[in-house]
């Protein structure tokens, strides 16, 4: 009668394998607050002669940031650049965003969508930035409307299919980002998008300008609700006599 050996491949009974296999080191989990250098972009403001959108083309080029300002008039676009001194340079909507790699959109709600279904062709390809807010006025004050697709940045994301859409710089008062003597804003900017690295050039782009933080807060179906906190922002503005923004704690 042979006995039978168990082979040095085989596992004995509650031992483990001889060479068990190794689970792969899992990489170590990205900084969140390690963003891209976004200094060499070119920045272009669509409805850069309004109040938003002359403050935050104001407050990057101040920081360092090649900035564009359109409008549908380039001659009224060029006079409000030259307003704004900093380097900043003013064209037609169209050129302005032919010449940009960032295009933020700041132009008035009633004429968000045929704005940017006339200019599909020059926004192909690129990352587009969606501050629009859709408000209502009446006797008790502002208030959110919902667009059918749902937002603002919806909105643009359906009618700029090859564009990257993200949204930010919702909450910034107008009036500060004028102001040239004051030299730090001290708020947080939500920023919303679907690809993490497009949000992140626009958290790195938000950070560029003193006191401000761009904070990631979700895909482009969550911004409906940032849009519409400009109505209770605008209360809040009324009610102390205030420019108030917004502070992300804890983050």
């Not at 509650?14 to 190794?22: D, M, R, V």
């Not at 709600?109 to 990352?127: F, M, V, Y």
């Not at 030299?183 to 950070?207: P, S, Y």
């Amino acid at each position: 009668m042979t006995s039978s050996i168990p082979s040095d491949s085989a596992q004995q009974p509650g031992k483990a394998p001889a060479q068990a296999a190794e689970a792969p080191a899992k990489a170590p989990a990205k900084d969140p607050w390690d963003l891209p250098d976004v200094s060499g972009l070119v920045v272009g403001v669509l409805g850069g002669t309004g109040p938003q959108g002359k403050g935050l083309a104001f407050r990057l080029a101040r920081a360092g940031q090649k900035v564009i300002i359109g409008s549908r008039a380039a001659e009224r676009a060029r006079a409000a650049a030259g307003e704004l001194g900093h380097g900043v340079e003013g064209a037609d909507n169209a050129e302005t965003a032919r010449r940009s790699d960032i295009v933020i959109v700041a132009v008035p709600w009633d004429g968000h969508g045929k704005t940017l279904e006339s200019l599909r062709e020059e926004l192909a390809g690129k990352l587009v930035v969606d501050c629009v807010n859709p408000l209502g006025f009446d006797k008790q004050g502002a208030y959110a409307l919902v667009p059918e697709e749902g937002s603002a940045a919806q909105q643009a994301a359906a009618l700029l299919p090859d564009s990257r859409v993200t949204a930010a710089f919702h909450h910034l008062s107008a009036v500060l980002l004028q102001d040239p003597e004051i030299d730090t804003i001290d708020t947080d900017v939500m920023v919303l998008g679907e690809v993490r690295a497009d949000v992140e050039i626009v958290q790195a782009l938000a950070g560029r300008i003193p006191g401000m933080r761009g904070v990631f807060a979700g895909r482009l179906r969550n911004a409906h609700q940032v849009e519409s906190l400009v109505a209770n922002l605008i209360s809040v503005n009324r009610r102390y006599k205030a420019h108030a923004g917004l502070r992300v704690t804890d983050v």
